[in-house]
């Protein structure tokens, strides 16, 4: 994998900022598009705009091959075993709030348990809070360890009889930990409940085979790997999703409309009210053509190679404390000395370098680091160690400059 050259077919990333090239190392927050799904979206609004599934004219039923095409595309990325399987979103967001409120509001009671974990995003802690509040089940959490992973020991005492949903992610997003799904989903089963996992910072990065991890859904975003903002995927096991009720109502997801009553299409167009996001998801089809010729097995490579020069150069800065495993995904999570994370972000945006800054929707986890905000770097496949080099050289003006402030 050629980075330099790679490079090149992502637009935003050719240009200075602050008088200085580009750096952009938060990926974890949005990849950049590369030139393939420009054109595929600017192809979709210029030659054959129109809506899906409805009209039979030409324009409709190319945009309908188009958009079931993507479909078929997620199913074999995913491994799903069908395209019934396959729900397209808003993101990872949507996904696991229709999953909180069509599938676990309508089977939980008072006396059940959902089980998750602090290193969640806020997106897969507050809808399960929602639910135990609606419900009367009750939320808990499975132990963190010092180095922020979690142990099968642990899961296996947390999971109980009276577990119905476990809601866990794949790779952590602010300590890039790398969740054991397939162990964790064998555990659940065994006690009769249900695996949810938050994809959005495992999909662009590594290869998914939902049939292998074992879990019944499996959730993630668009716009975190190279394909359009606003579109993403719920996949559910056919059985569950048949089970599900609907979150929206309205055009596309009916049989047939009586006046007290309807009934809902067959999988998958039964939680795709509306019209559908159909630039996004076919501009998805097309990011999962692009990371597919280029090689999920060779981005994860090239990734941890990455992550790895990444953290040995970061632990050369004094004062730098890196939080999470050593085993992770690729994003290192940092402070450094007693600067607050939104300074060191300014600092470094002034050298051109762009990472992230904050609680990262993550507040539980702050907590328990016992931090209000981190710094993060996350890298992609069109990123270099030319650009961890840079991110330590900036770092360490950062520390030196505010050394002399102080």
Same mark, same amino acid.
């Given at each position: 994998?050629?980075?330099?050259?790679?490079?090149?077919?992502?637009?935003?990333?050719?240009?200075?900022?602050?008088?200085?090239?580009?750096?952009?190392?938060?990926?974890?927050?949005?990849?950049?598009?590369?030139?393939?799904?420009?054109?595929?979206?600017?192809?979709?609004?210029?030659?054959?705009?129109?809506?899906?599934?409805?009209?039979?004219?030409?324009?409709?039923?190319?945009?309908?091959?188009?958009?079931?095409?993507?479909?078929?595309?997620?199913?074999?990325?995913?491994?799903?075993?069908?395209?019934?399987?396959?729900?397209?979103?808003?993101?990872?967001?949507?996904?696991?709030?229709?999953?909180?409120?069509?599938?676990?509001?309508?089977?939980?009671?008072?006396?059940?348990?959902?089980?998750?974990?602090?290193?969640?995003?806020?997106?897969?802690?507050?809808?399960?809070?929602?639910?135990?509040?609606?419900?009367?089940?009750?939320?808990?959490?499975?132990?963190?360890?010092?180095?922020?992973?979690?142990?099968?020991?642990?899961?296996?005492?947390?999971?109980?009889?009276?577990?119905?949903?476990?809601?866990?992610?794949?790779?952590?997003?602010?300590?890039?930990?790398?969740?054991?799904?397939?162990?964790?989903?064998?555990?659940?089963?065994?006690?009769?409940?249900?695996?949810?996992?938050?994809?959005?910072?495992?999909?662009?990065?590594?290869?998914?085979?939902?049939?292998?991890?074992?879990?019944?859904?499996?959730?993630?975003?668009?716009?975190?790997?190279?394909?359009?903002?606003?579109?993403?995927?719920?996949?559910?096991?056919?059985?569950?999703?048949?089970?599900?009720?609907?979150?929206?109502?309205?055009?596309?997801?009916?049989?047939?409309?009586?006046?007290?009553?309807?009934?809902?299409?067959?999988?998958?167009?039964?939680?795709?009210?509306?019209?559908? /996001?159909?630039?996004?998801? +076919?501009?998805?089809?097309?990011?999962?053509?692009? %990371?597919?010729?280029?090689? *999920? !097995? $060779? &981005?994860?490579?090239?990734?941890?190679?990455?992550?790895?020069?990444?953290?040995?150069?970061?632990?050369? /800065?004094?004062?730098?404390? +890196?939080?999470?495993?050593?085993?992770?995904?690729? %994003?290192?999570?940092?402070? *450094? !000395? $007693? &600067?607050?994370?939104?300074?060191?972000?300014?600092?470094?945006?002034?050298?051109?370098?762009?990472?992230?800054?904050?609680?990262?929707?993550?507040?539980?986890?702050?907590?328990?680091?016992?931090?209000?905000?981190?710094?993060?770097?996350?890298?992609?496949?069109?990123?270099?160690?030319?650009?961890?080099?840079?991110?330590?050289?900036?770092?360490?003006?950062?520390?030196?400059?505010?050394?002399?402030?102080?």
């Amino acid at each position: 994998m050629d980075v330099k050259e790679l490079k090149q077919l992502f637009p935003v990333l050719n240009q200075e900022v602050n008088g200085h090239p580009l750096v952009y190392l938060d990926s974890a927050a949005t990849s950049q598009k590369p030139i393939p799904v420009l054109e595929k979206l600017d192809e979709y609004y210029r030659g054959y705009n129109s809506n899906v599934h409805r009209g039979v004219h030409t324009l409709g039923t190319r945009a309908t091959d188009e958009y079931e095409g993507s479909r078929e595309k997620v199913r074999k990325f995913i491994n799903a075993r069908s395209t019934k399987e396959v729900i397209f979103t808003r993101g990872t967001t949507t996904s696991i709030n229709m999953i909180a409120y069509g599938y676990a509001r309508h089977r939980l009671k008072e006396g059940d348990e959902i089980v998750i974990t602090p290193m969640e995003h806020h997106s897969n802690i507050i809808p399960w809070q929602q639910a135990a509040k609606a419900t009367g089940a009750e939320l808990k959490y499975i132990p963190l360890q010092q180095d922020g992973t979690i142990t099968l020991e642990d899961a296996k005492k947390m999971i109980t009889e009276n577990t119905k949903i476990v809601a866990i992610t794949h790779v952590s997003n602010v300590l890039g930990t790398i969740n054991p799904i397939k162990e964790i989903s064998d555990i659940a089963h065994r006690k009769g409940a249900v695996v949810v996992v938050d994809g959005a910072q495992s999909t662009p990065h590594m290869k998914i085979d939902v049939r292998d991890l074992g879990c019944d859904f499996f959730t993630f975003s668009g716009h975190k790997m190279c394909g359009p903002t606003g579109v993403g995927v719920l996949y559910g096991k056919e059985k569950v999703l048949e089970e599900m009720e609907p979150v929206e109502f309205g055009g596309e997801m009916i049989d047939f409309v009586e006046m007290y009553d309807s009934t809902w299409k067959e999988l998958p167009w039964k939680f795709e009210g509306g019209t559908p /996001i159909i630039a996004g998801a +076919i501009g998805l089809g097309t990011a999962i053509d692009f %990371l597919e010729d280029i090689g *999920l !097995d $060779e &981005i994860s490579r090239h990734e941890k190679e990455l992550t790895r020069y990444a953290m040995d150069q970061l632990k050369t /800065i004094d004062g730098i404390q +890196i939080y999470g495993p050593e085993e992770r995904g690729g %994003l290192v999570t940092f402070n *450094l !000395d $007693e &600067i607050h994370a939104h300074d060191v972000s300014t600092a470094l945006d002034s050298e051109g370098i762009a990472i992230r800054a904050g609680h990262h929707c993550a507040q539980p986890l702050m907590r328990w680091l016992n931090v209000s905000s981190t710094a993060r770097a996350s890298f992609y496949l069109y990123n270099s160690e030319e650009d961890i080099d840079k991110l330590v050289v900036a770092l360490r003006k950062t520390k030196e400059f505010f050394g002399d402030v102080f």
